[in-house]
C-alpha cells in the first residue's frame, strides 16, 4: 500500500471514531445545517432578486499597509492585523499564526467567476514575517483558498486544521508531515503554539458530492501567556458557553458577524447572536471578522459592522473595528474605529 492510500484509510478510520460522524458524514450534535433554515427559503430568495441595496462598496476601502509595524517587536505580546474576511495574523508572545488565509482574488473554486474581492490584500504573502503555524477552520472556498495554500506549501508552513481537511492540503502540495488534523477537544503543539479544537455548528463541503465529509472547529488558540479564540464560521449554539468556562478567559474573541441571514442563524451568527456568543465565552475584546471583502450575502456590506457597533454600544461590550491591515495591540486600543462609514456615506 503506497503512502497516499495508507493517509486516506488513516483519515476515514479517524473520522469513523469521532463522535461527530453519522451515517457515513460529519454532523452537528443538534442536527442543524443549511437545508434546514428557519422558515421557507421564499422570502429570502425574494430578497436575492428584489432587495435593493449596497450590497458592495461605493468606493475604495482604507487598506494599511502593516509592513512597518511588524519590523517592531509587540509591546504587550498581543498584536493582530485583520487582513481581511477572516484571514488575521496572530502575534502571540512572539510567535505567529495565520488564520483561514485567502490571498485570490476571488473567493471561488475558479479564477474567472465568483465573489471577487472589494479591496486589495494590505500584504502579498512574500511580504508576510515567518510564520509558524497557519489555521484553517474548515474548507469552504472563502476561508481554504487553494492558489493562497499551494503558495503556502511551498514555504513548509505548518498548518492545523479539522479532521478529514488534510486530503484538501496534500492535493494542493502541503507536505503531510506538515499537517495536523485535529477532532473536537482535541489539542496540539505546533511551531510553539497550542491549537485546541472546539465544537461549532456549521458544515463544509467543496462540491456537490463532498458535504460534510470533512469536520469544521472553532479554535483556542494559546502562546506561553496569550490565548485568543477564533470562532471559524458557527451559528449559536449551547455549547459556546462552555467553551468560555472550559478554556477561558481570552485575551481576543475573534468571531464571525458577516454573510448572514435570519433564515440562516443556524450556521452563521451574524452581529447580535455574535455579542450573545461573546457574552457565553466569557466577554474580554471582540473582533468582528467575515465581513467587509466578499459579497457573499444578501445584507449591505457594511451592515454587519454598523450594526454590531450599535448592540455593542447599548450592551457595553467592548469591541475592536481596525481598519483593514492595521496591526493593532488589542490593549492600545480605546474605542473601536467606525472607518467605513468615511467609504458608505450616509445611510
Known amino acids: 500500500m503506497n503512502d497516499s492510500r495508507r493517509r486516506k484509510g488513516l483519515r476515514l478510520e479517524r473520522a469513523r471514531a469521532s463522535a461527530q460522524f453519522k451515517d457515513g458524514k460529519f454532523q452537528n450534535p443538534s442536527g442543524a445545517g443549511p437545508a434546514m433554515p428557519k422558515g421557507s427559503t421564499l422570502p429570502v430568495l425574494g430578497e436575492f432578486f428584489f432587495r435593493r441595496g449596497r450590497r458592495e462598496p461605493p468606493g475604495p476601502l482604507p487598506v494599511v499597509r502593516p509592513h512597518e509595524a511588524w519590523d517592531r517587536p509587540s509591546d504587550t505580546g498581543l498584536r493582530v492585523t485583520w ?6 495574523l496572530l502575534e502571540l508572545d512572539g510567535r505567529r499564526v495565520l488564520t483561514d488565509p485567502v490571498f485570490g482574488e476571488r473567493a471561488s473554486p475558479v479564477s474567472f467567476a465568483g465573489p471577487l474581492r472589494f479591496h486589495p490584500v494590505p500584504a502579498a504573502l512574500d511580504e508576510l514575517p515567518p510564520l509558524d503555524a497557519v489555521l484553517l477552520s474548515h474548507d469552504h472556498f472563502d476561508h481554504l483558498c487553494a492558489p493562497t495554500i499551494e503558495a503556502l506549501a511551498r514555504t513548509r508552513v505548518p ?8 486530503a484538501h492540503l496534500e492535493a494542493l502540495g502541503v507536505d503531510p508531515a506538515r499537517i495536523t488534523e485535529l477532532d473536537w477537544h482535541e489539542r496540539a503543539e505546533v511551531g510553539g503554539v497550542r491549537f485546541t479544537a472546539t465544537p461549532s455548528q456549521h458544515f463544509s463541503g467543496r462540491g456537490p458530492t463532498s458535504r460534510n465529509a470533512t469536520l469544521w472547529a472553532s479554535w483556542v488558540i494559546e502562546a506561553e501567556r496569550r490565548k485568543v479564540f477564533f470562532s471559524g464560521d458557527t ?9 468560555g468556562r472550559r478554556h477561558g478567559p481570552f485575551d481576543l474573541v475573534m468571531l464571525e458577524v458577516g454573510a448572514y441571514h435570519p433564515a440562516w442563524g443556524t450556521i452563521h451568527l451574524g452581529p447580535e447572536n455574535a455579542l450573545t456568543a461573546f457574552e457565553m465565552l466569557g466577554g474580554g475584546t471582540l473582533l468582528p471578522v467575515h465581513w467587509g471583502t466578499f459579497n457573499l450575502a444578501l445584507h449591505d456590506w457594511d451592515e454587519p459592522a454598523e450594526t454590531l457597533l450599535s448592540l455593542a454600544t447599548e450592551r457595553r461590550a467592548r469591541i ?4 483593514i491591515g492595521a496591526a493593532f495591540e ?5 474605542a473601536p474605529t467606525p ?7 450616509p445611510r
Not at 498548518?159 to 488534510?166: A, K, S, W, Y
Not at 451559528?235 to 467553551?243: R, S, T, V
Open 159 to 166: 498548518v492545523v486544521t479539522p479532521l478529514g481537511v488534510g
Open 320 to 323: 475592536v473595528t481596525p481598519r
Open 339 to 345: 472607518w467605513w462609514r468615511a467609504v458608505a456615506g
Open 83 to 88: 487582513l481581511g474576511h477572516s484571514t488575521v
Open 330 to 334: 488589542p490593549e492600545r486600543v480605546e
Open 235 to 243: 451559528g449559536l449554539f449551547p455549547e459556546l458557553e462552555d467553551i
